[in-house]
């Protein structure tokens, strides 16, 4: 029974510290999928058999890979390959012309996700909120004096 408690710690401890290595902080570039563009000859790439889709592409601050703590670059538009991670940079005219053809909205497909904008800022007031409540509002450890223990 010793063993079996002894291995689990073990077991539990390593895989925390595997956990510890995996934690990034700083800034990424994140690609998003707005819109698939319909599967026609002039939308497919030179290098790749993909097709092109429409990929909203913005850099960020954040933490773990999953909190966006504030957005370091605006997003705009590019073109990625279905079957790479490869984008291509296009020009704003041929970007208008493509997003005419496909009735799109553009300032739809640039606008980014409330948690995205505002996420990671609310989870770090909500963090300092509770660290502050801790220290100053938490426990009280005074006592009513008025009232007298006779033993």
């Not at 909203?56 to 773990?64: D, S, T």
Request: with cysteine.
């Amino acid at each position: 029974m010793k063993l079996i408690i002894f291995l689990s710690i073990i077991t539990l401890g390593m895989q925390r510290g595997l956990a510890m290595e995996k934690l990034t902080v700083g800034k990424i570039e994140k690609l998003d999928v707005v819109a698939h563009l319909p599967k026609a000859e002039n939308h497919l790439t030179a290098e790749s058999t993909g097709y092109l889709e429409l990929v909203r592409l913005h850099e960020e601050f954040n933490i773990a890979m999953i909190i966006p703590v504030w957005v370091t670059k605006e997003p705009r538009l590019v073109l990625m390959a279905s079957d790479s991670s490869r984008y291509y940079n296009v020009s704003d005219e041929q970007f208008d012309a493509l997003i005419a053809a496909n009735h799109l909205n553009k300032d739809k497909l640039l606008s980014l996700p409330l948690y995205t904008r505002l996420g990671g800022k609310a989870i770090i007031v909500v963090l300092i909120g509770f660290i502050l409540y801790g220290m100053v509002g938490g426990c009280s450890s005074t006592r009513d004096r008025s009232t007298k223990q006779e033993f």
